[in-house]
């Protein structure tokens, strides 16, 4: 069993839909959750940063963590075509600097 | 200010040769973080340096692979006798400080082809 699971998709939404990304993971040391954002062919970029359980908001994006579940997600509101990329949840224990990643969803949004 | 650069962008190699990825960070970061994305598959942690120093090569394979990330000049990934397995793409990250809470800035990748 992988320490992270993401669903691969591939989803497809209209503009403007509300979308919802998850990961559950199995590793109870995980204390910090990020989200990723890769479109193809380049680097991942940091979207959202969160510690704990709870959630966090920025722009139309909430990131909400609930390690009761190990469940994290991420939600993208009035989304748009320039939002097709490949998501990607990543975690981290605190104790060491490497990150362990999901294996990204890709998403298409559909003007 | 520039990002993090790797280069080269794309390297092919047949088997048995050796493959060099380089990797500089960002201004004023001194930690470097490799990773490796195999294709369908998410990113794999392989070393995190600091300048001269390896702190954790837990995820490197224990043959073939070396890092580096001397006083001067980038941080190098080497790969010996390479294989077709070795086909990923490597990403190279910083972060200014070793501080859990400081972002890991991501490289555009170096995408290795072995024949």
């Known amino acids: 069993q992988k320490e992270v ?3 691969p998709g591939p989803l497809s939404v209209p503009e403007g839909a509300i979308v919802s990304l998850n990961c559950t993971y199995s590793n109870s040391a995980f204390q910090y959750f990020m989200w990723y954002r890769q479109y193809s062919r380049k680097g991942p ?11 966090k908001e920025d722009g139309r994006f909430t990131a909400q963590v609930d ?3 190990k469940y994290i997600s991420l939600f993208i509101r009035d ?4 939002d097709s990329a490949t998501y990607l949840c990543a975690m981290d224990p605190g104790s060491a600097r490497q990150l362990t990643f999901g294996s990204g969803t890709q998403l298409t949004v559909l003007p | 200010n520039a990002g993090v650069m790797q280069n080269p962008r794309h390297l092919v190699r047949r088997r048995g040769q050796e493959a060099r990825l380089r990797c500089s960070p960002m201004k004023g970061h001194s930690h470097v973080y490799w990773y490796r994305q195999l294709p369908e598959e998410g990113l ?13 090569e837990s995820g490197m394979p224990k043959e073939r692979f070396s890092a580096e990330f001397p006083k001067e000049g980038p941080s190098i990934l080497r790969i010996q006798q390479v294989v077709r397995g070795d086909s990923a793409a490597y990403f190279c990250a910083s972060s200014s400080t070793g501080v859990v809470t400081d ?3 991501f490289g555009p990748g170096t995408r290795l082809t072995v024949l």
């Open chain 1, 5 to 7: 699971e993401q669903d």
């Open chain 1, 45 to 55: 970029e940091l979207l959202m940063y969160t510690y704990s359980s709870g959630n």
């Open chain 1, 67 to 69: 390690k009761s579940s």
């Open chain 1, 79 to 82: 989304s748009q075509p320039s």
């Open chain 2, 44 to 56: 794999k942690f392989m070393v995190y340096l600091q300048k001269e120093n390896i702190i954790d």
């Open chain 2, 103 to 105: 972002t890991q800035y």
